[in-house]
């Protein structure tokens, strides 16, 4: 897997089918996305690009009301286990949130002019959220692109679609069974490990004892574990 920081960086990707999107939490929505495009890259004998953002387009627009973020960027590369043909390209946000939708497509058209695009039905991009699917379509049909917008996987008995919102608000109410299901895949913890007494042998069962740098707070909430450790 190749990772490139910008668009202008990006070599030897040229033709390859695009999933793109800000894939906070990689849930299953996401993860559907990413599929489908190496899916289409495979039948057509391309390669794959995700194109995704560095973080949330409010850490740049109002920091004080960006969302918990769920997994780091380089834990995202990871959940979504990539083919070797896939590359990742990380947007930085400042740079984009000043772009036109239709730069932000030249930019995709100039250095990577994918043979497909697949996103979500709800993306939007460029300055102000001024593009959307519709806009996309319009752009990359004067090339011949398509642009596929899936629709939206909705919550298991319910009519509303999964959603990273929906998954944060989860976790802060404890219900992990239930955010679990919406990732595809088991909640997670990194950190270092820290040895100490073999409590396990007395309860019955492995722990791990993780060490809390002194920064952060004492008092660990859901919150909090959503913000540091996905």
């Not at 849930?27 to 057509?44: D, F, P």
């Not at 036109?100 to 959220?129: D, W």
């Not at 519709?134 to 642009?147: A, C, L, N, R």
Request: net charge positive; with cysteine; hydrophobic share 40%.
């Amino acid at each position: 897997m190749e990772i490139f920081h910008s668009f202008q960086e990006i070599t030897g990707f040229t033709g390859a089918v695009v999933a793109l999107g800000t894939f906070d939490g990689v849930h299953r929505g996401h993860q559907m996305v990413m599929k489908t495009a190496i899916k289409r890259a495979a039948a057509c004998g391309v390669k794959t690009m995700v194109v995704t953002f560095t973080a949330h387009p409010l850490s740049v627009l109002c920091p004080e009301k960006e969302p918990l973020r769920l997994p780091r960027l380089a834990r995202k590369r990871n959940i979504s286990k990539p083919s070797a043909s896939t590359a990742w390209s990380s947007c930085h946000e400042p740079d984009l949130l000043q772009e036109s939708p239709e730069e932000f497509c030249q930019n995709l058209l100039t250095y990577i002019h994918p043979s497909a695009i697949v996103v979500g039905s709800n993306f939007t991009y460029g300055a102000k959220a001024a593009g959307n699917t519709e806009t996309m379509k319009f752009f990359m049909s004067q090339y011949g692109i398509p642009v596929v917008a899936l629709t939206l996987l909705e919550r298991p008995g319910r009519t509303t679609p999964i959603s990273s919102t929906v998954i944060r608000r989860l976790i802060q109410m404890g219900h992990m069974e239930t955010a679990e299901n919406l990732l595809g895949r088991p909640f997670a913890l990194t950190g270092t490990h820290r040895a100490c007494g073999p409590r396990g042998g007395t309860l019955g069962f492995a722990t791990a004892n993780m060490l809390i740098p002194s920064t952060w707070p004492s008092r660990l909430d859901a919150s909090t574990i959503t913000e540091l450790w996905w």
